[in-house]
């Protein structure tokens, strides 16, 4: 009990919408400036996606996620940064023939969804090591795309955070681990709750805990009504935690959260009121072994 607990908040992800919350950040402004307020809550990791301004989908533009870190930056916040590596992996069949990419496919080149990493130097970047159906898309991150992303990763001097959203993703993160290409001890980050992958709830994230590498450092989270429920579970089970409207937008049943950091807020009390203690920052970097905040 009173162990150091690692937050992270997931801002603004990229498929939540305005219509869900209207408060959503969206402009490489907006986004930098809930991932300040969100650290002046008491997040300890800023996790990031850039949006296209005019559509507000999500969007791999190397400018505006290097006005999102320069702000983030410019302001003296100490929150840790860890951006997205998602965009770049989804394909849309066409109905008439599925082989062909219909609109709304993004899927391109490893080396692609990693320049901002490499660009930007932020402390952590997620892996994907899912492939899934998705909304109306096909995620798809095959192992030799995951070898190339991780490989640049890694020369960058970023630590990646492995997610997994089915329990073949870890198996697949577990053999790039025992041939070298994904470093120990690792950063898991467990997805709960997207449609059509494990589900939230006890049961799953006990088999994922049970399964974990013994020295993995991991956190889970849940989407929608499973956010707070999961955190609970996941701190129950020596786990991090993560909140974010990214995952959901509601503070409670029915009431639109005012803003990240208002669900930042709420995890920080339910952390507190099981018996624990949030990490700072600073605590998050030592604890993962990051580079000290410049």
């Not at 870190?69 to 770049?88: A, K, P, Q």
């Not at 198996?171 to 950063?187: A, V």
């Not at 997207?194 to 049961?203: G, I, L």
Request: with cysteine; charged share 20%; aromatic share 6%.
């Amino acid at each position: 009990m009173g162990r150091k607990t690692i937050l992270t908040c997931a801002v603004t992800g990229n498929l939540t919408t305005r219509e869900q919350h209207p408060g959503l950040p969206i402009t490489p402004a907006e986004i930098a400036r809930a991932a300040i307020d969100a650290g002046k809550a008491g997040a300890a990791v800023a996790h990031i996606h850039a949006r296209d301004v005019k559509t507000g989908k999500g969007s791999m533009d190397l400018e505006a996620f290097r006005e999102i870190v320069g702000r983030i930056r410019d302001s003296g916040s100490d929150i840790v940064i860890n951006l997205s590596t998602g965009e770049g992996g989804r394909f849309v069949p066409s109905d008439d023939e599925p082989s062909v990419a219909a609109p709304g496919t993004t899927l391109t080149r490893p080396e692609r969804r990693v320049a901002h990493v490499e660009a930007l130097n932020p402390e952590i970047c997620t892996l994907d090591f899912n492939t899934m159906f998705s909304g109306s898309a096909v995620v798809i991150n095959t192992p030799r795309n995951l070898e190339i992303m991780a490989n640049r990763i890694y020369a960058a001097g970023v630590l990646p955070e492995i997610e997994l959203f089915d329990g073949g993703d870890l198996q697949m993160c577990k053999s790039f681990i025992e041939r070298g290409l994904i470093r120990t001890p690792t950063l898991f980050q467990i997805v709960l709750g997207v449609r059509y992958s494990a589900v939230a709830n006890p049961e799953t994230l006990f088999y994922f805990r049970s399964q974990l590498p013994q020295d993995a450092i991991w956190a889970a989270f849940g989407i929608g009504r499973h956010e707070f429920p999961m955190l609970a579970q996941a701190w129950l089970l020596g786990g991090h935690v993560r909140v974010g409207l990214e995952d959901n937008v509601y503070i409670s049943k029915g009431k639109l959260a005012r803003d990240n950091a208002e669900l930042v807020e709420k995890g920080i009390s339910l952390v507190a009121n099981l018996g624990g203690e949030i990490a700072t920052s600073a605590e998050a970097r030592q604890m993962l072994g990051l580079k000290p905040h410049a």
